[in-house]
């Protein structure tokens, strides 16, 4: 059975880069799509991307410009990079297997974007 | 952007009940559309994908069907366990989630 783990900071400063990692165990991270989700009181459920394990990716055009993800498969995570946050990136970000769906999440970290 | 608006947003319900939330694509997503099952402070839990398709595991009241534009799914006998938030998620082009539909006790 696969487990997700998201880590990171859990307060960016506006302006900031926000940047998340997911450590994947049961699982090896090849051959797999790897998902990043974040849910928001204001605007639910927001898809954020995929990537797969040799590095392709797909980014929601609404935050692509501010969004890189990366693969490290010597340590079997994933991690995720957005720039420039602002208190509307604030809210759970949810790491996950599979991108079309995703389809094991992790717990989730929450996130918030405050001076 | 595809929109996917799902209804009802609230539904009120009884142990044994038949369930059927209903979600539209402002385009067609053809049978590209995931159901997932929230709980408080939990994650969301993928229950149907492509349309139709149950993952392992999840038991067989849960059901999908739809195409196009317009999907459902549908609970045959609600059991305690599955009062929580439901949401579709087309994965046509990106990926879109609907605003959810919370399933309460009667």
């Known amino acids: 059975q696969v487990q997700l783990q998201e880590s990171g900071p859990g307060l960016v400063k506006p302006s900031e880069t926000l940047s998340l990692t997911c450590t994947v165990s049961?699982?090896?991270?090849?051959?797999?799509?790897w998902s990043w989700i974040r849910q928001s009181p204001g605007k639910g459920l927001e898809w954020i991307g995929y990537?797969?394990?040799?590095?392709?990716?797909s980014y929601n055009p609404s935050l692509k410009s501010r969004v890189t993800m990366s693969v490290d498969t010597s340590k079997n995570q994933f991690s995720l990079r957005l720039s420039s946050v602002t208190a509307a990136d604030t809210g759970v970000y949810y790491c996950?297997?599979?991108?079309?769906?995703?389809?094991?999440w992790g717990q989730g970290t929450l996130v918030t974007v405050s001076s | 952007d595809i929109q996917m608006t799902q209804s009802p947003s609230t539904l009120s319900a009884s142990v044994g009940d038949r369930v059927t939330i209903t979600c539209r694509a402002s385009?067609?997503?053809?049978?590209?559309l995931a159901w997932y099952q929230q709980k408080p402070g939990k994650a969301p839990k993928l229950l149907i994908y492509?349309?139709?398709t149950l993952k392992s595991g999840v038991p067989s009241r849960f059901s999908g069907s739809g195409s196009g534009t317009e999907f459902t799914l549908t609970i045959s006998s609600l059991q305690p366990d599955d009062f929580a938030t439901y949401y579709c998620?087309?994965?046509?082009?990106?990926?879109?989630f609907g605003q959810g539909t919370k399933v309460e006790i009667k």
């Open positions: 996950a297997k599979g991108g079309e769906p995703p389809e094991d």
């Open positions: 049961g699982a090896s991270i090849s051959p797999y799509w």
């Open positions: 990537i797969y394990y040799s590095g392709s990716t």
């Open positions: 385009q067609s997503v053809n049978n590209w």
């Open positions: 492509k349309a139709s």
């Open positions: 998620q087309q994965y046509d082009s990106y990926g879109t």
